[in-house]
């Protein structure tokens, strides 16, 4: 597993050890993981860079699958650097593939994003539409799902490109997400910034739907992309005041100008993978919230 020591990585290795029927290896350098992180777990953690072969060898030797979680994810970050993005997300991803062909991979799962591919398109988006990026993030990602199906076409790397929305839940401390962000910033009695009038819509996914759905995934034959959320909108303001009510607090909100690059409305349909892999995301906004606000609350205690 690539970038495993990272907030989805993290949970899916918890998932994957309650089964008890996988040998995990972590590959992560870090830089936004914490491999400590991984230590109530029975696994096998190399750091390392997913841009360097030496590294992708030794943690791809003698695997049978591949989760693909290692990326530079944030798109106003791509916009300020188009170069670090695209080393990481499609110089590493296609060194990645080359290693998975090297030693006899037989699948790769690997995480890829919905509404920065498509752009700004009528949602709910769908496995269908074509991709219009509109930052480097989105191109990058693009980029990998046709490395994806290059590789299984040409060499027979089998392997699906699995488009997540916006995922929460606990261990996300210190991801750059809205709630994580709201919430340290509720912790810390500090006011909010929107970028825009809070219309902007979004898919919001509980991270305990999403490390299922990717377990579902790896033992799948599914080809090609699918998208992973919640199937259901929800604006920004909407947001917030599911979080005044699970938190019992009412922070001040600013209102900025809308961020060049960002979309204005996204959610995704999720048939496709319900058919194939019987993806589902059975926990509600407000429960997922909810406990991800538990969680933070704890962190903020210890």
């Not at 593939?97 to 890829?112: D, P």
């Not at 979004?202 to 490390?211: N, P, Q, S």
């Not at 909108?233 to 005041?241: A, H, Q």
Request: hydrophobic letters at 40%; charged letters at 20%; aromatic letters at 10%.
């Amino acid at each position: 597993m690539t970038g495993g020591a990272g907030f989805i990585g993290v949970n899916l290795v918890k998932f994957l050890s309650s089964l008890d029927r996988y040998n995990v290896t972590i590959l992560d350098n870090e830089t936004t993981g914490d491999c400590s992180k991984l230590a109530p777990y029975d696994v096998t953690v190399i750091r390392g860079d997913i841009t360097s072969t030496d590294d992708l060898e030794r943690a791809v030797d003698g695997k049978d699958i591949v989760v693909h979680l290692a990326a530079d994810t944030r798109v106003m970050d791509s916009v300020e650097n188009p170069d670090f993005n695209f080393n990481v997300n499609v110089v590493g991803s296609f060194k990645l593939l080359q290693t998975c062909r090297k030693y006899g991979v037989k699948r790769v799962v690997a995480a890829s994003t919905g509404g920065a591919i498509l752009g700004e398109v009528e949602p709910p988006v769908n496995e269908e539409m074509a991709a219009q990026p509109m930052a480097p993030y989105g191109a990058s990602k693009l980029a990998m799902e046709g490395y994806l199906s290059a590789f299984s076409g040409a060499y027979g790397v089998q392997s699906c490109a699995l488009r997540f929305s916006n995922i929460y839940g606990p261990l996300s401390f210190h991801k750059g997400s809205v709630v994580a962000e709201f919430y340290r910033k509720i912790l810390r009695g500090e006011d909010l910034f929107v970028y825009g009038d809070g219309s902007q819509a979004r898919d919001f996914l509980y991270i305990e739907d999403l490390v299922t759905g990717i377990q579902k995934a790896m033992e799948s034959t599914a080809s090609g992309a699918y998208q992973l959320g919640s199937g259901r909108p929800t604006t920004v303001n909407e947001l917030l005041d599911v979080i005044r009510s699970v938190t019992g607090k009412n922070p001040t909100v600013h209102y900025e100008p809308f961020r060049s690059g960002e979309l204005h409305r996204t959610w995704c349909c999720i048939d496709k993978a319900k058919k194939v892999f019987e993806f589902d995301a059975p926990t509600s906004l407000e429960d997922g919230l909810a406990q991800t606000w538990a969680w933070f609350n704890e962190q903020a205690s210890t």
